[in-house]
């Protein structure tokens, strides 16, 4: 029988909870023993081409091509894990949930105290996914299936939650596995 | 100014000798002199007391009737309880707004007056009401609210609003309202006629032990819905270690619904003071606070003359009924318009003038209470029920009402029901009777103890009223066939929101998500797993706050999600096939990027 697959994404999160997945060290072996890694970073497959059993999520929405990955992660997933603070919550981009959008792009390039745009240009390229008026956690956009909390989640909280999923057991997370810090 | 304003501090904290503990009425006196008390004020009056800026600035900012900015002259209070907004209170605050040419919150230029809104304030059978600087107003419709303007600007008086008297000691002159009582049904216990000292005089003639002994024959439980056992409390105070205790009142009625004790203290306050005066020889208490919620400030100069009236009749004071060793007074505290405070901690704590937030317990306050030393804090209903069973005794009282629960009850009545008002009845009555008695009988839904009660659908109109089943406080509000019960659980949630004093975390930010998830539903954007996320929320805030608001706010939420579930089912959104959720739209989420960017999404 194939082994069942894993897919990965970063959205906007700053690819800490996927060095969370890497910090399980050496049962990363006895990872890849279990399953295949699809589409994710770590391999860098672009799109997926077969049904995969887990979806793991990192980081919230905040643009639309975030949105596109997420929609496309919930149509070709089993199950969605929405991995990580910025993924459950927003985190920290939705600091800028309080600002309205226009303000929050002026700051950003022509008013903080750092800036230095003498064209007085906000990037603007036709290429550059559009930004959401707010950073949105994954469960406003898509069904999830699971929210694995911390920042990042810890690794073995990590790896318990996938050899739960793998084995069909329940979920039973230790005190101190499940944190928000 | 500057020298009036020290003169001004001066006076009003050595009136109350400079004591920090009267914090309470400096402020309010500070304010009544001079509109406001502004920091300069709070400075001043923390170097005459030898307190800190900052305690004098926490009481002033946390009651809502004490402001740090100016107001206008008078102030229009026009109540929010949910009560009034069945009688589209709404309109008339809209039409306060167009007579005043300004918007809740505000002050109209020439700074003659205020408008606000505020929680709850005991008049829920006669609304929509408003306070109007001291003076209670009920009945008010859009179209009386030109000439109450008109009045209060022509005469600069609010006391002038008062045409029409109500009934009974409302149209004394010492009280002057047109507040009417509405007593549909008295009972035996309340609101039968009482000779003054019959209870004092038979407490005299026996041990303060023997008085405790007859409360507990008596199965007396408190009143203000919680239901401990009124003799076993005494008895804790009375065996606590000390001389010096206090007994204390609680007359800050605020839950919405409830205006039962404004009855008694218009109507029977000497069957309240006579039952302070026993409680306080039974607990070994010689002072007592009747501590009075700042709405019925307007009753407060009659209670004074009834306090008075008793000390000249011995009933108070030294060697109450001639006897040696049987002293008592009573000293009126005013809280004002917070809801807390009627937590006994909280109402603890607003005497000793700090900001009414609840502490946490043990120590109860039988053992540690005012000034850390032995209390017993009452219900107004249950100090008088304790005057009448020493009065008439212990079996008298026992044999009415049911087995768990002796002696009558008062409920208060409102909401959609055709006879509003006070009813003294026997404990044990089945839902269904009361309402035949009320006239609401094709209610879909009673609030029972009001919003920190429970909401019951009409599968439950059987059960019965007392504690060994439905408990209330007295709060009863009639919800007809006609209410959206989810408008009347967000009206509530709001109330808990505004009140939950901003101590533990639970409680207030717990509230205002469960407040929050309900608006999402109420504007038919909730989702299936949004109900499961309430229920969880509601039990993570009742079992984790601080003290009972917190751990009952939620249950206007949780009593309706399990009593109307199919309410909540009605308005949500069916989950797509696709796993997207029907809430999200991309198209919006962009439009403001497409905007300040000028061009379409990449993507469609």
Redesign the interface.
Known sequence: MAKPKVATASLAGCFGCHMSILDIDDRILKLAELVEFHKSPINDIKKFSERCLVGIIEGGCCN??N??VL?DF??NCDLLISLGDCATMGGLPAMRNHV???EC?AEAYLHGPTVHNPAKQ?P?D?????????V?PL?????IDLHLPGCPPPADAIWEVLVALLNNKPIDLKYGLLRYD | MAENLEKVIQEVTARYGKDRTRMMDIVREVQARLGHVSGAAMDLIAREVKSHRVEVEGVVTFYAFYTDRPKGRHVIRVTDCVTARMRHVDEVVAAFEKELGIRVGETTPDGQITLERTSCIGLCDQGPAALIDDVPVTYISSDKVKSLVRVLRETGDAKKLVKTLGEGNNALDLVHSMVINNIRKRGDVIFAPFESGSAIRNAAAVSPAEVIRSVKTARLRGRGGAGFPAGMKGEFARNAAGDRKFLLCNADEGEPGTFKDRVILTEAPDLLFEGMAVAGYAIGATEGILYLRGEYAYLRPYLEHVLEQRRAKKLLGKGIAGKAGFDFDVRIQLGAGAYICGEESGLIRSCEGLRGSPRDRPPFPVERGYLDLPTVVNNVETLCCAARVLEKGAAWFAQIGSEQSSGTKLFSVSGDCRRPGVYELPFGLTVAEFLKEVGGDDAQAVQVGGPSGTCIDRGQFGRKLGFEDLPTGGSMIVIGPQRDILDVAAAFMEFFVEESCGWCAPCRIGNVLIRERLERIRAGKGLPEDLTYLEELCTTVKKTSRCGLGQTSPNPVATTLQNFRKAYEAKLLP?RQ????P??D?R???????R????E???H
């Open positions: 639309e091509e949105v596109h929609q919930r149509k309205p959008l226009e792009l906000i603007n036709p290429e550059i996914p559009l930004i959401l008026d707010k949105y469960h406003e956009v898509v069904k | 989950a696709d796993g997207r959720q809430t999200f991309l919006a989420a962009l439009s403001e990027a497409v300040v960017q000028g061009r999404p990449v993507a």
